[in-house]
């Protein structure tokens, strides 16, 4: 990653008149808000981030954090097809390739869909529709950006299907998605999105539905896809071991909000924010005894109506009480770089993080 | 026509009726209000202008269609099967008699003139032999004429009562009270002309030799029951979907439930009918399965006249009155409506207890249940209907119910209770039939002004399409309780046997199908009906029936509600238009015809 | 596919067996409880007993409800004699029963009445289906607003109203009072705009209601529907969203309405009994209704056979289109 703009009020800037960025995809600022009976569910809370092409990027962090509201607001899903009175208000910056998405005319946005950005979705039984085959469903996509016949557009699909590592893909073309395996439907799923060469693929949870040994095998086929096509990556996961391997940088976020980000070696091995340790905590590692205990963050996911004054994660933090003057309760932090291009929000001084980490955390990871 | 088998019609209680009736107010007839009593700019001749006299007579035309309109199909076209009085009066269009009733308004229709026959019956000074001869020119729809033969045929045709049932059968009763003839069916004679008192000594004549005299035999040989039948013609229980028509009229096509079209007769020949007029080329009947529809086109001019003669729905007779009063007759039905007590149930055995309800009941309410004055009918007073000869109406009044017990009177109820010797009321169940709200309403109304003589009335509403069993049945009803019956009744043919005898007469009490519900065994009656039936003068007659109400009467058997009215629909454009006492106030319709054939 | 063809037939020919046993039974043996006797209705008010006991024997009321219901079977098959008094009346195959009310032989009578109720439920069906779903589709993509809220309240009506009100209703405005339309029943050989001016106000008032059950349907099915994932993978895609309602949402959206589809036009076979009544169309509801208030008993049991056999063929139909539809019903 290059320069990393400061989150949320730090920029400044009135949104909609920055200047174009060079990198590729940049996030400013975004904010996704619900309005709902209960109130406003501000899901995603002022995120920024950039991608460059070729790079992955893995956000991290628990159901509820806002990292799949961030893919779909990029996508430009929160206001394709949503209907009646109760619209989510987005706010902010989403600049792909030199064109500000969020500014942008929606039909305009809705041809990027699928052609510059694709998304692979975490369940791929309900993800594809039940009455067409999965030929159908490839043919479709790639007909909408591609002035084409079918019979081209089907070549294209078993090409596609073969390329992901499906058997008989000629044949299995014509299968309903009922008809697959998990793994494979995920595997049609990739292809699905891959065949219009997005330069943006967002994978959400793409391995959550799979068992473990298909899971490898769909990273992989991730990895290499990218590789071939060069594409720019964004996975988004509750595992930190999906990314671990995969991912070129690292985002995590809590209660709509980035709290850590850096390359991905540094957030997992310097990490400085008590969130971030408490998620390697929960991972399970292969070097490790698989009879241990997964610690958990201990505690549920804020209220994104009413989040905590002060640090979000403050209630559930071991470490709130640490900084002086209760500040972690009525201050929220803002990310200040912890590192070279690594960033993080947490009212602790970097010399606290640095000695519970080596102190208490990683001895115990 | 016996008891309401006219049945059906009104039934439909409809919660919308006050929005519908009101839309119809306004939508139907353009704010009319022009019509008055006295006739109006459109043509039609007034409000009660045809009840018992002609209207329009003059300005009948040859020629162009006359539309009927039914919620209810007949019973059955079939003249030997047919029982509702509508199909009677219709009847009239396809099929002659020896005698039919006179095409005249009023009492006047009641009477017998000649019809197939040149004359009146040559009767035996015994009273017990008719003679007929046939006129010269009566034909069958193919042109073949009519024979004597052909009468007795028809007439045999009563007898078959296991294939041809539903028809009225005196002429049976009268002819056969031995029930020794099988009918033409099982006869085993060649010609099936086996009946042995009916003779034809020619082709041109008909000799009636009855085992006993009958003074009503002639007004039997009217009914539609005594018309031809061709022995080639006879299709037997499916003669009712395509009769052979003697009349000035033949079927075209007929679906039931649906339509039926006659058209001319073109062999039928003016001068061999003296009855009929035979005006309109065609004759259409349309049925309706919902009769506010049905008065609704009536009023709109569609249709000239309803089939069934029962009068418009409460909606469309509500938007008729106020907006059409000039097309609308308010004629006596001849039916009486009526609670009657059955003896076997107690404390009705008990004549005190019996008259104690014809005082207490609250008579006036009783006839606002059944529609008030206008639409619902006279208090009833006695049981012999306005129609029938020797009627004396309201005049005749022994408990004072259209006087000065109308309110009822609840001190001489008392008394009564008392010397039944129930001084404080009893308990007793009214069986109502479930079909007629109007029926119900009544037995409400009982209920409520006996409960202030301490006469406690249980309603029990039971299937109406069943009444034969179930209040026919005087062994379910001892069973059930029904003391009180509430029924409705109308003459056959307007005199004491037509209307009465069934009901009062001894021999009636039946296991089944009974309608003798008081069951009444008065030796004095059934004498009174055994002397009128020998008396052969109409003034005799006339005295006999009197008497005999006077004794049912007197008995406290029967509380009359209504000497019934309907509100019945004549078009602007139909003319030689009447009522008549021959089919119970209904307008006679053989001899309607159209003021513009053309529309 | 073959073999679950058969053995639902065989399912069905089972049904129908047990459903004439019991029509049977409600028919001939209720009322002898109740100790009605049902040859009473056949007959005058004069009728001798020979003449009850005729009917009586010309019914063979006085057999025992099998052997009736195995005689009814036959003369489906076979056709039937009812002989009585010198009478004879033949009922030829397919017999389902002779009425002695209007001596007319009862499978004649409804295949003549079944165009009509067939042609009212069919135009209805097509009414309803295209306002019906036009207005559920809309309701749920403008949820929440006055679009919606107003339609859902006239379907509300539509549901609620009963048929001879909205029917009368029709009648009294666009036949008596605007005098648009005819509104009475023409044969379809006599005048096809007859036909037409007759047909128009049933088929509404049917459909009035039917639309307003599928309207309401369509709507929470849509609004279900909308929110699957593979709705958010079809945009995902880039698909212009008039392509994803209709090519994604509305087919899945269309499956349970196919089922209730099939079950009322099947129960409509029958005749809709108001509808028919209210407008005077001689279709197999005005029969049944006539039949019911005529205790005319071999009508009732052959509509409400008729009917029942609608109502299989409908369910097996259904179940056939489903499998087209949705592939992974093939499997099972």
Redesign the interface.
């Known amino acids: 990653m290059t320069e990393l703009s400061k989150s949320g009020a730090a920029v400044g800037e009135p949104t909609g008149t920055s200047a174009a960025p060079s990198a590729f995809l940049e996030v400013r600022d975004l904010k996704v808000h619900f309005p709902t009976d209960d109130g406003l569910v501000k899901s995603v809370d002022g995120l920024s981030f950039q991608l460059e092409r070729g790079k992955t990027l893995g956000i991290v962090g628990e159901s509820g954090s806002g990292k799949s509201v961030t893919s779909?607001g990029i996508?430009g899903?929160h206001t394709?097809?949503q209907?009646?009175?109760?619209k989510a208000q987005i706010s902010g910056e989403i600049w792909l390739d030199g064109t500000e998405l969020l500014s942008a005319d929606p039909d305009h946005v809705?041809?990027?869909?699928?052609?510059e950005m694709?998304?692979i979705?975490q369940?791929p039984l309900?993800?594809?529709?039940?009455?067409y085959t999965i030929g159908q469903q490839i043919v479709?996509?790639y007909r909408?950006?591609h002035d084409v016949d079918k019979k081209t557009a089907k070549r294209r699909a078993v090409e596609m299907l073969d390329r992901v590592g499906i058997p008989q893909p000629d044949k299995r073309v014509d299968s309903?998605p009922?008809e697959f395996s998990g793994g494979m439907r995920q595997r049609a799923m990739i292809a699905?999105s891959l065949v219009n060469n997005p330069e943006l693929l967002i994978a959400d949870e793409p391995t959550t539905a799979l068992d473990v040994t298909v899971q490898a095998q769909i990273l992989d086929l991730i990895r290499d896809l990218q590789k071939e096509f060069g594409s720019a990556v964004i996975i988004i996961t509750h595992d930190l071991g999906v990314v671990a391997e995969l991912a070129d940088d690292l985002l995590v976020m809590y209660g709509g909000r980035c709290v850590e980000r850096g390359p991905a070696e540094k957030v997992f091995y310097e990490p400085r924010h008590p969130y971030t340790w408490g998620l390697l905590g929960s991972m399970p590692r292969l070097d490790r005894d698989q009879q241990e205990r997964l610690i958990p963050v201990k505690g549920s996911p804020p209220s994104l109506i009413n989040l905590p004054s002060g640090c979000a994660f403050n209630p559930r933090c071991p470490y709130a009480d640490v900084p002086k003057d209760d500040v972690t309760r009525t201050v929220r932090p803002e990310l200040t770089e912890v590192g070279s291009k690594h960033w993080a929000a947490c009212h602790m001084s970097q010399e606290q993080r640095e000695r519970i980490w080596t102190e208490e955390i990683a001895p115990k990871l | 026509m016996t008891t309401q088998r006219t049945s059906g019609r009104r039934k439909q209680a409809l919660a919308a009726a006050a929005v519908v009736a009101a839309l119809l107010t306004t939508a139907a007839c353009g704010g009319g209000g022009d019509d008055s009593n006295g006739g109006s700019k459109n043509g039609a001749p007034g409000f009660d202008a045809a009840n018992n006299k002609v209207a329009q007579a003059s300005e009948a035309k040859k020629g162009g269609t006359l539309k009927f309109a039914s919620s209810q199909d007949a019973d059955s076209w079939d003249t030997t099967r047919g029982y509702y009085g509508f199909m009677w009066n219709f009847s009239r269009y396809y099929s002659r008699q020896l005698v039919t009733n006179k095409t005249e308004p009023g009492k006047a229709g009641a009477e017998v003139t000649p019809d197939l026959a040149t004359g009146l019956a040559k009767v035996s000074d015994d009273g017990k032999t008719y003679t007929y001869t046939l006129r010269d020119g009566v034909t069958w729809e193919d042109g073949k004429p009519i024979t004597s033969k052909d009468v007795k045929y028809g007439i045999e045709r009563v007898w078959a009562q296991d294939v041809l049932s539903g028809g009225p059968t005196y002429l049976k009763e009268v002819l056969d009270p031995k029930d020794e003839y099988q009918g033409p069916y099982k006869d085993k004679s060649k010609d099936k002309l086996g009946l042995k008192a009916i003779e034809t000594p020619d082709d041109k004549t008909i000799v009636f030799k009855l085992p006993e005299a009958n003074s009503d035999f002639e007004e039997m040989l009217a009914l539609t029951s005594a018309s031809p039948v061709r022995q080639d013609k006879d299709t037997k229980s499916k003669y009712g979907l395509r009769p052979f028509s003697s009349g000035p009229y033949k079927f075209e096509s007929y679906n039931p439930g649906k339509d039926l079209t006659l058209v001319r007769n073109t062999e039928w020949k003016q001068e061999s009918d003296p009855v009929r007029k035979a005006y309109p080329d065609k004759i259409t009947i349309k049925f309706f399965s919902n009769a506010n529809d049905l008065d609704a086109r009536l009023i709109a001019g569609d249709y000239d006249l309803d089939l069934a003669q029962t009068g418009l729905s409460p909606q469309g007779r509500t938007t008729a009155l106020k907006e059409h009063k000039a097309n609308l007759d308010n004629p006596v039905s001849g039916y009486i409506r009526y609670a009657t007590f059955a003896q076997n149930v107690k404390p009705f055995d008990n004549i005190h207890c019996r008259k104690a309800m014809l005082f207490g009941a609250d008579h006036v309410s009783l006839q606002t249940a059944r529609g008030g004055p206008v639409a619902g009918g006279d208090i009833g007073t006695n049981m012999l209907p306005p129609s029938v000869p020797g009627s004396e109406g309201q005049k005749y009044d022994p408990y004072g119910m259209a006087g000065e017990n109308k309110k009822g009177n609840i001190e001489k109820a008392k008394e009564e209770l008392k010397a039944c010797g129930k001084p404080n009321g009893f308990k007793s169940k009214i069986a109502v039939r479930n079909n007629k709200p109007v029926e119900v309403a009544t037995a409400e109304s009982m209920q409520a002004s006996l409960k202030k003589v301490g006469i406690d009335l249980e309603i029990e509403q039971y299937d109406g399409s069943q009444y034969a069993s179930v209040v026919g049945s005087p062994s379910n009803v001892a069973k059930k309780g029904y003391g009180v019956i509430i029924m409705g009744w109308g003459p056959d043919f307007p005199s004491v046997q037509g209307y009465g005898l069934p009901l009062w007469h001894s021999d009636y009490i039946l296991d089944s199908a009974n309608n003798n519900f008081a069951l009444i065994k008065d030796e004095k009656i059934d004498g009174l009906f055994a002397d009128y039936l020998t008396e052969l003068d109409d003034a005799g007659k006339a005295k006999i029936a009197t008497e005999i109400n006077h004794k049912v009467m007197e008995g406290a058997y029967y509380l009359p509600f209504v000497f019934e009215k309907f509100i019945n629909w004549r078009s602007n454009n139909l003319a030689n238009v009447y009522t008549t006492d021959g089919y119970s106030g209904m307008y006679d319709f053989v001899n309607l015809g159209l003021k513009n054939p053309k529309k | 596919m073959l073999a679950y063809l058969i053995r639902r037939l065989f399912a069905a020919a089972v049904m129908l067996v047990v459903i004439i046993l019991v029509v049977f039974c409600i028919f001939f043996l209720v009322p002898k409880w109740a100790g009605v006797d049902i040859a009473l209705n056949y007959v005058g008010k004069q009728a001798g007993p020979d003449a009850v006991e005729a009917v009586r024997q010309k019914l063979s009321l006085d057999d025992p409800v099998v052997v009736q219901a195995w005689e009814f079977i036959k003369g489906i098959f076979a056709g039937r004699t009812y002989a009585s008094g010198g009478d004879v009346t033949n009922c030829s195959a397919p017999c389902f029963g002779y009425s002695f009310k209007t001596e007319q032989a009862v499978w004649p009578v409804l295949t003549e009445r079944f165009p009509v109720t067939l042609a009212l439920a069919l135009g209805a069906a097509v009414l309803w289906l295209i306002f019906g779903l036009a207005a559920g589709v809309l309701s749920?993509?403008?949820?929440?607003?006055l679009w919606?809220r107003g339609a859902m309240i006239v379907a509300l009506a539509g549901v609620s109203l009963p048929i001879y009100f909205t029917g009368l209703l029709s009648l009294a405005i666009f036949s008596y009072g605007l005098g648009w339309i005819n509104g009475e029943f023409v044969p379809l050989e006599d005048s096809l705009t007859g036909w037409l001016g007759g047909m128009i106000l049933p088929w509404v008032t049917l459909a009035f209601l039917y639309a307003a059950m599928y309207a309401r349907i369509t709507r929470a099915t849509m609004m279900e529907i909308?929110g699957?994932?593979?709705?958010?993978?079809?945009?995902?895609?880039?698909?212009?969203?008039p392509v994803?309602i209709r090519k994604?949402a509305m087919?899945?959206t269309l499956t349970p309405l196919l089922t209730m589809l099939g079950m009322d036009l099947g129960a409509l076979m029958g005749g809709a009994i108001l509808t028919e009544t209210t407008f005077s169309l001689p279709g197999l509801g005005q029969k049944v209704l006539d039949a019911i208030q005529n205790q005319d008993l071999p009508f009732i049991l052959g509509v409400t056979l008729i009917t029942s056999l609608a109502v299989l063929i409908a369910n097996l139909v259904v179940d056939v289109l489903y499998a087209v539809?949705?592939?992974?019903v093939r499997?099972a």
Request: charged residues 35%.
């Open positions: 779909l996508m899903l394709a097809g209907y009646g009175k109760r809705r041809k990027l869909r699928g052609r694709a998304m979705f369940d309900s993800a594809l529709h039940p009455y479709e996509a909408i950006h309903y009922h699905m | 749920a993509l403008k949820r929440g607003t919606d909308l699957e994932d593979y709705i958010r993978t079809a945009r995902a895609k880039g698909l212009r969203e994803v994604h087919r899945s539809i949705d592939p992974r499997l």
